[in-house]
């Protein structure tokens, strides 16, 4: 009986001490897409907890979750051209934190919220502001394809010494301000007349040249015609058409037949 019983009491101690044993060694499960920057009494260690279950000894380990996932955030920035011109942009940045680097990150940044508020946003209104002073208010529209690369490469310098790298960055938006918006708007209006104007008065010389060719056409054509209808000529044209007819004379006395031969034997006197 003695023996059952101290048999128990060593089974229910055992027990107890496994229970403690749970208790003072906790899990941590590290979910996808995320990294576990593992701190002792509050000191970032080098290890790095990757994704899956791992112990850590309570009270003297503490672990920080950051997402190592691709983030997307949107900037709107004010910026001057060369020609100092106010343009407005929204930009779509997509970016992460570097896995292996995530507690550097935390150590000297901390979580994402301080990241987005301390680094990336003031990276992205700095770099914007220092590509597009390169330019002017035209070309950032005309070069846009270039300001862009202009802006990722800048960006992705600057944030990698961040322990940031930088998937995708867009210019979702340009625009101006409302006074230069109706210069520009203005301008294309104008150069829209010009070359209205200008096809006008091509269409006019070229009507008025056409106008003087056909009078040169006309007059060189009478000329022609008066050097080739001799009276010879004029004279067979006259005899081809006539009809067989003699024509009828009318005189104070009697109506009478003109004479043909009357009439050649006049004309060769």
Known sequence: ??????????????????????????????NAGQRGVLMQFGQVQDTILGEGIHTIIPIVNTVQKLSVRVQSQEISAE??????????????????????????IFQQIGDEKSVIDRIINPAVEEVLKAVIAKY?????ITKRGEVKAGVDNALTTRLINYHIAVDDISLVHIHFSAQFSQAVEAKQIAEQEAKQAEFIALKASKQAQANVNLSKGEAEANSLLRETLTPEVLQRQTIEKWDGKLPLIVGKDVPKLLNLRDLVEANQK
């Open 1 to 30: 009986m003695k023996k059952i019983k101290a048999f128990n009491s060593a089974g229910k101690l055992t027990a107890l001490l496994f229970l403690i044993t749970i208790f003072l060694t906790p899990f941590v499960i590290i």
């Open 79 to 104: 910026a001057s051209s060369r020609d100092l011109q106010d343009v407005f942009t929204d930009v779509a940045l997509n970016w992460h934190i570097i896995p292996e680097e995530v507690n550097a």
């Open 136 to 140: 002017t208010a035209e070309e950032v």
